[in-house]
């Protein structure tokens, strides 16, 4: 059974900098697909970056340059490094992660992902 645990989120100030974490369990091998989802009030669940089994990376646009995405695959644990952070970040971020054995590349398609974590909430305020 394949568990997601997010933390890291948290309350900062514009152009601050959070790094969320995820440790996922139940996994035999790094043969899967990992990446951040976040969802604001009133607003539906969008993909933020993705990294695939090839180490290939896909980033939301209004992101790249800002987040990095990245994952240590011997402790399973997929990291979210944010930087300059805005209003417009704020949201609940869900870690995700897709069945094991196949190669993926890096994507931000919620089809994708299997399991999901239960969330943590990222506030920026002014």
């Known amino acids: 059974q394949v568990q997601l645990v997010e933390s890291g989120g948290g309350s900062v100030q514009v152009g601050g900098s959070l790094r969320l974490s995820c440790v996922a369990t139940?996994?035999?091998?790094?043969?899967?697909?990992m990446g951040w989802f976040r969802q604001a009030p009133g607003k539906e669940r969008e993909g933020v970056a993705g990294?695939?089994?090839?180490?290939?990376?896909s980033y939301l646009p209004s992101v790249k340059g800002r987040f990095t995405i990245s994952k240590d695959n011997a402790k399973h644990i997929l990291y979210l490094e944010m930087n300059n952070l805005k209003p417009e970040d704020t949201a609940i971020y869900y870690c995700?992660?897709?069945?094991?054995?196949?190669?993926?590349?890096?994507?931000?398609?919620?089809?994708?992902?299997?399991?999901w974590g239960q969330g943590t909430q990222v506030t920026v305020s002014n």
């Open positions: 990294i695939g089994t090839d180490g290939s990376t």
């Open positions: 995700a992660a897709s069945g094991e054995g196949l190669s993926y590349a890096g994507t931000r398609t919620r089809a994708n992902y299997n399991y």
């Open positions: 139940g996994y035999t091998s790094s043969s899967y697909l």
